[in-house]
């Protein structure tokens, strides 16, 4: 199994612009074949769904497979996976649609690791029901989400536990499986946030006990759009408020309006990229059939994995040798995030004389909301990030290191 950077990057036309693209975190690049789908699929004219031409089953046909791929790279079942417009759209939904179930003395658990959109739905719906909100917190040295305090937070009143599978800005990747584990014990279910892990690490829902798992394609070379999987049978048991001619079945009745049936071709195409990330190597005999993408992409992410673990190891040393820098998040488990102040600027000041030297990093709280306030960097504008994704190679990391290395020669203010 080899990963190749060079033939990876090739196919990102966007990447030719000269700039080191560090911002992935925030949305990745787009491919050519996904640009490709979704421009096919215009041309080749589509129509709204259920139709009696051929257009529209273009149209539902594009919808299906969406279905299939997003089950094949999550471990899920077709029917369970809920399209939309991005995560926060559907969580929303879903915690307007499960909250029903609450009542006063219930509760929630969420944790100060997550990003906003995995908190504040959950915090909201809590105190439309007169429910108990729980917090689980961070370890502030190290930025982990210890597991076991769940044992202490999760009661028989627990509804649910709302849980990121990787922070956004610190990359910490908390034991799911152990905290998932915990709150089913309890009969209490586990809502997933698996936006910023899905880009870096296999995916297997199963696995990591997540009965609602959620994600962005914008983050993983895909259009935007989002999706929460969950089994088809849990669904059944949710009536989210739908329109009286809309689909009453699942997962349909958790979608709504008109979906933007374009980009649903573009985001096959980007589950196809991601299974085609690593050569096929000694899985050649897997095929490279639909049937076999979920074994393809399994393996294609494990490589992934160990590809960015690697160059964000020279990238974390690099930052830490550095005096003026303070890096933030030391987890034993983490996706390749780092987050980091530079002495002498505010981090914005750093992503502007970053960006003049075409190095694309974000700034400030990246809706970190609770963790940034935990860490102290809230109001004095949170701290830089800089992450990397599959197609960013060791020229990327050395020129942000040589330009954040260059804000010290330039003496601090
Ligand atoms: C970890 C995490 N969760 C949730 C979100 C929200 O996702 P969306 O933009 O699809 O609503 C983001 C977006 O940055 C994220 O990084």
Redesign the pocket.
């Known amino acids: 199994m080899t990963f190749d950077v060079t033939r990876v990057r090739a196919a990102y036309p966007a990447l030719r612009d000269g700039y080191a693209y560090l911002d992935g ?2 949305g990745t690049q787009v491919p050519a074949p996904v640009i490709e789908a979704i421009a096919d699929a215009y041309r080749a004219g589509i129509g709204n769904a259920g139709g009696a031409f051929p257009a529209s089953g273009r149209s539902d046909a594009i919808v299906a497979e969406c279905r299939r791929a997003l089950a094949d790279l999550t471990g899920a079942e077709p029917d369970g996976v809920i399209l939309g417009p ?4 559907l ?1 929303y939904r879903l915690a307007e649609t499960l909250s029903r179930q609450w009542g006063p003395g219930d509760e929630v658990v969420v944790s100060r690791l ?2 906003d ?2 908190v504040r739905p959950w915090v909201q719906a809590a105190a439309r029901r007169e429910a108990v909100v729980r917090w689980a917190d961070v370890d502030v040295a190290t930025a982990e989400l210890p597991a076991g305090q769940y044992r202490d937070l999760i009661s028989d009143r627990t509804r649910l536990v709302a849980v ?1 599978a ?3 800005v610190v990359g910490t990747r908390p034991d799911v499986a152990a905290i998932a584990a915990t709150a089913h014990a309890a009969g209490a279910l586990c809502y997933v ?1 698996g ?2 892990a899905t880009p870096h690490v296999p995916v297997d829902i199963g696995a990591l006990g997540a009965d609602f798992y ?1 994600t ?1 394609a ?2 993983w070379s895909g259009p935007h759009i ?1 999706t929460v999987v969950a089994s088809p049978a849990l669904l059944e048991t949710l009536k989210p408020d739908k329109l009286r001619p809309a689909p009453s079945g699942v997962p349909g009745r958790f979608e709504r309006g008109t979906p933007g049936f374009a980009d649903l071709a573009g985001v096959v195409a980007a589950v196809d990229h991601l299974a085609s990330l690593a050569s096929l190597g000694s899985l050649g005999s897997l095929g490279s059939g639909a049937g076999h993408r979920r074994e393809r992409l399994l393996a294609s992410m494990t490589a992934v994995e160990k590809y960015e673990g690697e160059l964000f190891a020279r990238l974390l040393a690099g930052l830490t040798a550095m005096e003026h820098v303070t890096s933030y998040g030391h987890a034993a488990r983490r996706a390749p995030t780092a987050f980091f102040t530079v002495a002498g600027y505010s981090p914005r000041e750093v992503a502007e004389r970053l960006a003049a030297r075409k190095v694309n990093v974000w700034s400030g709280d ?2 970190a909301w609770e963790l940034t306030g935990a860490l102290g960097l809230r109001e004095s504008g949170g701290a830089v990030r800089a992450g990397l994704v599959h197609y960013n190679d060791e020229a990327d990391v050395g020129r942000l290191l040589d330009a954040v290395a260059e804000l010290a020669l330039d003496g601090v203010r």
């Not at 991005?86 to 759209?89: E, P, S």
């Open positions: 975190a925030a991005n995560m926060t759209t969580t997550d990003h959109a995995n990121t990787a922070s956004n946030d936006v910023h959620a962005s914008y983050k989002g990246n809706y």
